[in-house]
């Protein structure tokens, strides 16, 4: 099975701020990594796939960076809408399962 | 444009069987992979399963023996049946889905880029 940790579990911060969360595999998934954002009561909403790809429609603020083991989600001006949970996943085509990280909850300090 | 919308109930006995379906809109079957994925309250995602257009499966092992995921294409419909539920399996199920697509370096999965708005499924007596 491959295990995802995401890091921090909670960040706090304030609008404008560059704000960077890892998410590391417990073995290579080369570039298959996603992650998503996701606000109470919705579905989550796909920001980034293949670890550095920017999803339609998804603001330019957001990009991803890694491959391998150790991936990097950065919001580089956070805004007011940005105050989410994000989330890592792999979904390497060499393995059948399917992974999401722990969370990352995005607070206004 | 496809949407996915999830339908059963949202009450379910302890020991009973858990049943939800995903109708699919706006486009056809075939081309996606079809996927359950749970998030218990104040929790994580946990992905479920999922479903190739052909039929073929697969499972979290950590749930693997009590769900089937399944799939109607003349229904544009796909299912998940979660056997032996306990209080532990209370949670939002989300339905998701996205390409499976060929390229030079053989088949792939495209990450979730449509999901369906979920459904709260309370195990209880």
């Known amino acids: 099975d491959i295990q995802m940790t995401q890091s921090p579990s909670t960040l706090s911060a304030s609008v404008g701020d560059r704000v960077t969360i890892t998410c590391r595999a417990s073995?290579?998934?080369?570039?298959?990594l996603a992650w998503y954002q996701q606000k109470p009561g919705k579905a989550p909403k796909l920001l980034i796939y293949?670890?550095?790809s920017l999803e339609s429609g998804v603001p330019s603020r957001f990009s991803g960076s890694g491959s391998g083991t150790e991936f990097t989600l950065t919001i580089s001006s956070l805004q007011p809408d940005d105050f989410a949970t994000y989330y890592c996943q792999q979904y390497n085509s060499y393995s059948p399962e399917i992974t999401f990280g722990g969370g990352t909850k995005v607070e206004i300090k | 444009q496809v949407q996915l919308q999830e339908s059963g109930p949202g009450l379910v006995k302890p020991s009973e069987t858990l049943s939800l379906t995903c109708t699919v809109s706006?486009?056809?079957?075939?081309?996606?992979?079809w996927s359950w994925i749970r998030q218990p309250p104040g929790k994580g995602l946990e992905w479920i399963g999922y479903i190739y257009y052909s039929g073929s499966t697969n499972y979290n092992p950590s749930l693997k023996s009590r769900v089937t995921i399944s799939v109607d294409t003349s229904k544009n419909q796909f299912s998940l049946k979660l056997s032996s539920v306990t209080a532990a399996d209370t949670a939002v199920y989300y339905c998701?889905?996205?390409?499976?697509?060929?390229?030079?370096?053989?088949?792939?999965?495209?990450?979730?880029?449509?999901w369906g708005q979920g459904t709260m499924v309370t195990v209880s007596s």
């Open positions: 998701a889905s996205a390409v499976y697509y060929y390229d030079s370096s053989g088949y792939h999965r495209h990450a979730f880029d449509i």
């Open positions: 706006g486009g056809s079957i075939s081309s996606y992979y």
């Open positions: 293949k670890a550095s």
């Open positions: 073995q290579s998934i080369s570039s298959w």
